[in-house]
């Protein structure tokens, strides 16, 4: 009885550890485009191993004799307790709000950009959840004082969410499209981006005169 229960626990550990390293394979060899195959799509902790603890009911509850093969519990470290593809560190996530290796932004007349980005930015229906950038961010609300730093620079939402150390202008615009406003990253070449990344240049700038001015 107790060697079954400690081989069937061992090939339910092995087979977890393998779902993992398999899932970790199949991020590195599919090259260009790290989400052609999404690692994530499979969550492989979606059944988690450990969800229904094997130990739970003691197997060796009726006899006190035998020696408890929970005494070490299997399940003490959860394999998934470190979800790989928890939605924040998602490595397709991640891909989605970071610039592409050929980027080229789109280019115009900064004032016009600007001017159609102000009408963007207080456009809710950029997001799927009726918020607009100007929601949370008229009169420089919840700016703080990374946003005096040229770009690229460190953001802690960026790091936090997304693990990233610095982060682009442009790419800040995607990432707030895709976490508050829970909508799409913009198409990269857009004029709908240049135009947001335009008018938030300026809104930078007023940002720093006015914290200039309170000094
Ligand atoms: C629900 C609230 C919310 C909405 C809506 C929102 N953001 Fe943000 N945004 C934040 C928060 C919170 C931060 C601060 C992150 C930090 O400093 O860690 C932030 C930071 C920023 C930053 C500055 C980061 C820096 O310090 O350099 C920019 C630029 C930005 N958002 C642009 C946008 C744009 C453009 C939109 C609309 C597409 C938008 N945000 C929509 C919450 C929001």
Known sequence: MRL???????SMLLLSAFALSFTANIAFASGNNPCAANPCAANPCAANPCAANPCAANP?????????????NP????????NPCAANMNPC???AITRPVSYTP????????????KKLFHD??????????????????????????PYPHRVSMAKSRFGLNSIHLDEMVQLCMVVPMESKPLLWNSKEL????????????????????KK
Do not use: W
């Open 124 to 149: 809710a229906s950029l997001s799927t959840n009726g918020g607009s950038c100007a929601t949370c961010h008229a009169d420089h609300g919840l700016f703080k004082s990374t946003f005096l730093q």
């Open 194 to 213: 240049a135009a947001l990344v335009a008018y938030v240049e300026d809104v930078q700038q007023s940002f720093i005169a006015e914290h200039a001015a």
């Open 4 to 10: 079954l229960v400690t081989s069937a626990l061992r």
């Open 106 to 117: 789109m280019k115009g007349n900064h004032k016009a950009l600007a001017a159609m980005g």
């Open 75 to 82: 399940c003490a470290a959860n394999p998934c307790a470190a």
């Open 60 to 72: 060796c509850a009726a006899n006190p004799c035998a020696a408890n093969p929970c005494a070490a």
């Open 93 to 95: 996530a991640v891909k």
